[in-house]
Structures are given as structure tokens and as C-alpha cells.
């Protein structure tokens, strides 16, 4: 546990204004963070030179999302290019909200993990499972195949951070257990184990989304294949600084 660094990224989704998101990062650059922490934030791609040119160094600036090829007409996309000549070194893929509500594939995230990978961009790959998947004992199989999708295209996960994110949890105020938490963190590393070797299994950082706060934050980071959190809602408040020290 200990080689793996904690990280912790903000999701703040389709939220924010110039003035709220330089209030959130006026905030992030006076807070006491723990230094052996990576942090994160995403904001919407409108304010990501903002973000960046606000924030201190030492705290990196994510995109949601990011298209799979380069440069070129697709209108409405981003680039990794563009990322990159915007200091953005990390992007968020494969969020349920873009799986269910913009149908994107296994395949597609696939594809645009290894753009964004071989462009020089690190990957939050967020997988998750539903309610029905969850009552139907389909966990492990449902994550395990979006993951799959990834490493038939990617070989080099040293720039990967994997969001378990059960669907059922995000913005439900629904937590899983810490128990139910540990066991897919678990389940996934085993998978890791066999299909890409103990290596990147053991370097992996595996962290949970899905209605974390500074309440439950310090109870899911003591178990071991916990190493940080995806945080949508609460990192748009004050306490996602808390959350940041869950370990501190």
C-alpha cells in the first residue's frame, strides 16, 4: 500500500462559473493539503485554462473527457494536442454519465484511453456496475469487461489511475460499504494480476467514487486496495480538502 501514492481528483461535472471555480481554487491553493497526495480537479473544459492558470503548482488540471483521434473536424470535440498545449495532463474517461447517457462503448473509451496515453496524458478510468448489475451478482464481470476493452489496446498502465465508481453510489448519497468497496478494489487488482501481470497490479492506484465525503472518507482509506478517491459533488466545497487529508 505504502508504494502506491493516494490520489484524489474532483469531478466538478457540468458545474461552475468563472467566479465559483476561482473561489474553489483560491480555496485549494491557501488549504493545508497532505503532501504525499496527488490531487486533481476537473473542471468543465470551458475553465480549464483557467484552472490551471489559477492553481498552485503541485496540483494538476484534468479534462472529462477527451476525443479519440487527432486534430481534425469533429465538431464539438477536444483533442489531447489541445490538452497538452493547455498544461492539462490528466483526463477523466469512460464516467457512467458519458457511458449511459451518451451511450459510449467499451470499445470507444478503449480507444480513447490509448490516444490520450499515447499523447502523453494520464487516464482516471472510471468503471462501475448499476443497481440491477449489482442485485444480479454481474459486479465483477461488468467491471472487469470495461477494463478489458482498455487492455486490448493499452499495454502501458503506468499513467492509468482506475475510478471504481458504482453507479447505484453517484450522487445518491448511497455509499457502498467499505466492505463492498474493498472487495471489487480487490477483485480488480486480481484481474490486473492475470491479465497485465503483477507489476502494474501492484502500481495500479485503484480509487472509489460514488458519494464520498469528509464523513466516510477516512473509514474507506484504511483499506488496503483503496488508494484514493474519485470526488464529483463534494469537491466543488470546502471539504473536498478533507477528503484530501483522509489519510493525513
Not at 495500479?204 to 464529483?232: M, P, Q, W
Request: net charge neutral.
Amino acid at each position: 500500500m505504502a508504494s502506491r501514492q493516494f490520489f484524489v481528483g474532483g469531478n466538478f461535472k457540468m458545474n461552475g462559473t468563472i467566479d465559483s471555480i476561482k473561489g474553489i481554487v483560491k480555496h485549494l491553493n491557501e488549504a493545508k493539503v497532505d503532501s504525499n497526495t496527488e490531487v486533481v480537479i476537473a473542471p468543465p473544459a470551458l475553465y480549464l485554462p483557467l484552472t490551471r492558470e489559477h492553481l498552485r503548482p503541485g496540483i494538476e488540471v484534468a479534462a472529462q473527457n477527451v476525443f479519440d483521434k487527432p486534430n481534425g473536424a469533429f465538431t464539438g470535440e477536444i483533442s489531447v494536442e489541445q490538452l497538452r498545449d493547455s498544461n492539462v495532463t490528466w483526463t477523466l474517461l469512460g464516467h457512467s454519465e458519458r457511458r449511459v447517457i451518451l451511450q459510449e462503448s467499451n470499445e470507444f473509451v478503449g480507444r480513447k484511453t490509448k490516444n490520450a496515453i499515447d499523447g502523453g496524458v494520464g487516464v482516471i478510468l472510471c468503471c462501475g456496475e448499476t443497481l440491477e448489475q449489482r442485485e444480479a451478482n454481474q459486479t465483477i464481470d461488468v467491471v472487469t469487461a470495461q477494463l478489458k476493452a482498455v487492455a486490448e489496446t493499452v499495454k502501458d498502465w503506468s499513467k492509468i489511475v482506475v475510478a471504481y465508481e458504482p453507479v447505484w453510489a453517484i450522487g445518491t448519497g448511497k455509499v457502498a460499504t467499505t466492505e463492498q468497496a474493498q472487495e471489487v478494489h480487490a477483485a480488480i487488482r486480481s484481474w490486473m494480476v492475470k491479465e497485465l501481470g503483477q507489476g502494474p497490479a501492484d502500481k495500479t492506484r485503484i480509487i472509489y467514487g460514488g458519494s464520498v465525503s469528509e464523513k466516510n472518507c477516512k473509514d474507506l482509506a484504511k483499506e488496503k486496495d483503496i488508494d484514493g478517491f474519485l470526488v464529483g459533488g463534494a469537491s466543488l466545497k470546502p471539504a473536498f480538502v478533507d477528503i484530501i487529508n483522509a489519510r493525513a
